[in-house]
């Protein structure tokens, strides 16, 4: 279950609130994995510059509310105003693999990165997945250029070896503050059409549905129906549409599309193509969410099943912690890993707390080539000093991270670390001596 969204947020900071944005009380099962796609993040200078070397506060206030509920930053990337966040259930972690992320300025002649597009492209259980947050140009007479910097974003390039174009990907999700238009109609017409909620009536006027019919670039992108209100423009904090001297005309400028490509065309076999298709994507929901004001624009939301037979249902290593843990001795971990697998001496092992909120997070480590204590073909171990082990225990998971795929290849189980019983005896005694020297339980001890 994948859940995307867009939203231009105008330079606000983060709401109060985003369990409806997130679908956090949802009946259904949880999501798997969340893609977050932001326009217009503030990017002062000042702020700008900050970011590059601390996380932003929109990634900081998602990891607050998504990483108590077991999910991690997989990764970001950010150009000016643009960021894209994914965040994952950890279970799903040893499947997904060379992660790369780009971006591609299109303001300003490409020197600007107020407009553009930022990607981050992933293979999952053997599928190459690629998403797309994009803020194209804005105004009713800019069609053309709109279409033309998506284009250019379409040709993006990653680095690395067999990394697929962005065409190429087996799905690929298009996303943002798209800011097509609703052409010809009046600004009356499309209000009372709205009012009446007859949105249909102005679907075939919508700039980018008229453009799916003639650009052959875009034929191939599904989209959900729009049976939510046009999400632009707004006043602040407000359900009421642009009341300034402006008065722009309502438009779904806030769009998510997406594209499978077919995984059967390189076959020319009858009884091969007839066969079921080995990936899916389903559009379960695709609303808006008019009750947040912080911006002009209303955050959309398309929620995604993606069915797929697994390529992938090994991961590369399995670990586990030996015995019982607790920071009165050193511990030990086991893991083994497939035959392929491309170790390096610059891997090594976190202990992560299981509300983790992205790699970096671990409370400590191991390398696995230097703290290696005994090896054969089937498993290897590796030991962890007693002073790194936390004293209070708690629930954790081991994740072994490879430094030539750069991600986390393995994790453990859940386990539980034993809270250290020295340390809490002596806590226990300083805690009664301190009781004892109060001079009001000196004097009852005195009267006693």
């Known amino acids: 279950r994948l859940h995307v969204v867009t939203w231009n947020v105008g330079t606000a900071s983060p709401p109060p609130d985003v369990t409806s944005l997130l679908q956090l009380n949802s009946l259904g099962p949880a999501m798997d994995m969340y893609v977050i796609g932001l326009q217009e993040v503030n990017s002062r200078i000042t702020n700008f510059l900050s970011d590059l070397a601390f ?30 966040l994914i965040f994952v259930k950890y279970v799903h972690l040893p499947f997904i693999r060379d992660i790369h992320t780009q971006y591609m300025r299109t303001g300003l002649y490409g020197y600007w990165g107020n407009k553009g597009g930022v990607t981050i492209r992933m293979s999952l259980y053997g599928y190459t997945v690629c998403f797309i947050n994009c803020h194209l140009p804005a105004h009713m007479e800019n069609t053309e250029q709109r279409l033309d910097d998506f284009e250019k974003i379409l040709e993006m390039q990653f680095e690395g070896e067999n990394v697929p174009s962005t065409l190429d ?14 052409a010809d109609y009046g600004i009356h017409f499309v209000r ?16 980018l549905n008229m453009a799916k019919k003639k650009e052959a670039f875009l034929q191939d992108f599904i989209e959900g129906p729009l049976q939510f209100k046009p999400t632009y423009k707004f006043d602040l904090y407000s359900d009421v549409y642009d009341t ?18 077919n995984l059967c065309q390189h076959t020319s076999k009858e009884s091969e193509l007839s066969e079921e298709q080995t990936i899916s994507v389903t559009l379960n929901n ?6 947040y004001g912080i911006s002009d624009h209303k955050p959309v939301t398309g929620t995604f099943g993606l069915e797929m037979k697994p390529l992938l249902s090994v991961p590369f290593v399995t670990l586990n912690p030996e015995g019982e843990w607790s920071a009165e001795h050193d511990v030990l971990i086991s893991y083994s890993a497939v035959p392929e697998f491309p170790s390096s001496a610059w891997d090594w092992i976190g202990l992560f707390k299981v509300t983790f909120k992205h790699v970096n997070d671990y409370v400590t480590y191991a390398w696995v080539k230097d703290d290696e204590i005994s090896s054969n073909s089937d498993s290897k171990q590796v030991y962890m000093n007693a002073e790194e082990i ?18 986390i290849v393995g994790i453990s189980q859940p386990f539980q ?13 300083q805690e009664e001596i301190s009781w004892m020297q109060k001079p009001d339980n000196l004097e009852s001890h005195n009267e006693f």
């Open 55 to 84: 996380d932003d506060p929109w990634s900081i206030f998602f990891m607050t509310v998504l990483s108590p509920l077991g999910y991690l930053k997989l990764s970001s990337v950010r150009m000016q105003g643009l960021l894209l």
């Open 169 to 182: 990907h087996d799905i690929l999700f298009w996303f943002g503050d798209l800011n097509f238009r609703i």
């Open 192 to 207: 009372e059409s709205i009012n009446n909620r007859r949105y249909n009536l102005l679907w075939e006027k919508d700039q």
């Open 244 to 261: 300034s001297e402006k008065k722009r005309k309502p438009a779904w400028t806030d769009r998510i599309l997406w594209r499978v490509k």
């Open 286 to 291: 695709y609303i808006s969410h008019m009750s």
């Open 390 to 407: 936390p004293d209070m225990g708690g629930e954790f998971v081991l994740c072994y991270y490879s430094n030539n795929m750069q991600s």
């Open 417 to 429: 670390i034993q809270p250290n019983r020295t340390l809490m005896e002596k806590d226990l005694a």
